[in-house]
């Protein structure tokens, strides 16, 4: 992508209404415009990123066994009238009519939903255990949205739901969505740490909460120092493989968040653990029957007897995911995207656009790694180059291929590591093959 051609519309001066750096960078990077409160547009280089963190839980769901349906995001009231929540879920619930005064809401969460296409497809207990999710659009009408995308009123939300006939089922199911959470943030460069956690108005007995430890997390979280430097299940652990032991480690040590903590830990501190801020990414529940029993999600079981299913969801916050990202990983020049969820792997300066020497090279080298399928942000505007080097940091791409008059005289380039600043210069071969490896 040519940035003389591209709509980035960056800002210079820190925008009032942001009080974190995510919120800030994710402005001032011409990522996302507020259009109302809570509610936000992805502008093109955003929505880049967006789709990059979308598909990363999307292949650790798939690996995991889950399938990807997609729900509405409009949803009748009945079903919620239904399960009991309608008047439950209180002021967020986005209640809409239609013109035929039909009652309808936007979706904050979808339970009801899929338990209803759920109930109505699967009749036997040989057509579990099952999971399905959806990555959907809610709306949760927040009393206090702020801190950009990070509490919003509309976000995109990864939301998941298992069926299983027996406890032990659901709780093998539980587990693959614990070991997919553990990898899935972890691709992403976070380290989120599961803590235990309330089940609040999706109810049930079991629940964790994935937490980003950040000084500028909405929430109090306690959590043992050995959290830090625990290892992600590798690859050669299988979803076939017998998961309780990786939940048993996970979950030996007290991490908790401020109200389970402070009920049932007060006084187990010890010099092990970190009081920190933390924001949650995602979260874990196990809620047995609440709605196969009021809503009637039964199977025939081998007997013959029809039996209410167990059932949990899971939730993943992929718009909040984009801002937790940058509150991991930013410095005072801007954000430092990790490779995996960077909008393009390589901004290209020209250091004297205009001129045919390095316009040539420019293209040359442009064209050379776009067809080896390396995404290039290439700035050939006629801008100064501290306004390029500036723009550059700002947006965070992972590397900056520098091309001036006076390398090229002497038949060199700069390739400079946005996270860690090293530059290096080398030939402009060298310097594709090592952008391409
Ligand atoms: P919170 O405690 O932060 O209000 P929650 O516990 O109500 O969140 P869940 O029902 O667990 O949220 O939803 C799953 C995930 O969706 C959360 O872990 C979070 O990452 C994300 N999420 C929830 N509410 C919001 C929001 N208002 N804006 C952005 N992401 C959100
Ligand atoms: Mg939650």
């Known amino acids: 992508m040519r940035l003389s051609k591209y709509f980035l519309p960056t800002l210079k001066e820190n925008p009032a209404e942001a009080q974190i750096p995510s919120h800030t960078l994710m402005l001032r990077a ?11 547009s992805w502008l093109p280089l955003g929505l880049r990123v967006l ?67 759920f109930r109505n497809g699967v009749k036997s207990y040989k057509e579990l255990p099952s999971i399905l999710y959806h990555i959907q659009w809610k709306f949760r009408d927040e009393v206090r949205p702020r801190f950009g995308v990070m509490r919003g009123r509309e976000f995109l939300m990864k939301d998941s739901y298992s069926f299983d006939l027996d406890y032990e089922g659901a709780k093998r199911s539980y587990n693959k969505m614990f070991v997919a959470y553990l990898r899935t943030f972890a691709r992403m460069g976070l380290k989120a740490i599961p803590m235990r956690a309330e089940t609040g108005p999706i109810g049930g007995d079991l629940s964790h909460e994935f937490i980003v430890l950040a000084e500028t997390g909405e929430s109090q979280v306690y959590c043992h120092k050995d959290y830090l430097t625990m290892e992600i299940p590798s690859d050669d652990v299988s979803y076939e493989d017998d998961l309780e032991p990786i939940f048993e480690k996970w979950t030996s040590l007290y991490a908790a968040t401020e109200d389970k903590y402070v009920k049932e830990e007060a006084d187990v501190v010890g010099n092990d653990l970190i009081s920190a801020r933390g924001i949650e990414v995602g979260q874990t529940f196990y809620f047995g029957k609440k709605y196969s029993e009021p809503m009637n999600v039964n199977v025939t079981d081998k007997e013959g007897k029809k039996v209410a299913l167990e059932m949990g969801s899971y939730g993943i916050g992929v718009s909040r995911l984009f801002g937790a990202i940058i509150e991991a990983s930013h410095d005072d020049s801007g954000i430092i995207w990790p490779d995996s969820v960077a909008p393009f792997k390589v901004g290209l300066i020209n250091l004297k656009s205009g001129s045919d020497d390095t316009d040539k090279a420019c293209d040359d080298i442009y064209a050379a790694l776009i067809n080896a399928g390396v995404e290039v942000l290439y700035d050939d505007r006629k801008e100064r180059a501290g306004v390029k080097f500036n723009n550059m940091d700002l947006i965070g791409l992972p590397w900056q291929l520098v091309i001036g008059p006076r390398g090229l005289a002497n038949g060199v380039v700069e390739i400079k590591r946005r996270a860690t600043g090293e530059k ?3 030939s402009i071969e060298a310097a594709i093959a090592k952008l391409t490896a």
């Open 424 to 426: 290096t210069e080398m």
């Open 51 to 117: 789709r990059k963190i979308e598909q990363i839980v999307r292949e650790e769901q798939d690996k995991a066994g889950a399938q990807e349906l997609l729900m509405p995001t409009i949803q009748p009231a009945d079903l919620w009238i239904e399960s009991g929540r309608h008047d439950a879920y209180g002021p967020e619930l986005l209640r809409i009519k239609d013109r035929h005064s039909r009652d309808l809401l936007y979706g904050p969460t979808n339970e009801e939903m899929i338990t209803d296409i």
């Open 30 to 40: 011409g990522m996302i415009r507020q259009s109302a409160s809570g509610i936000y």
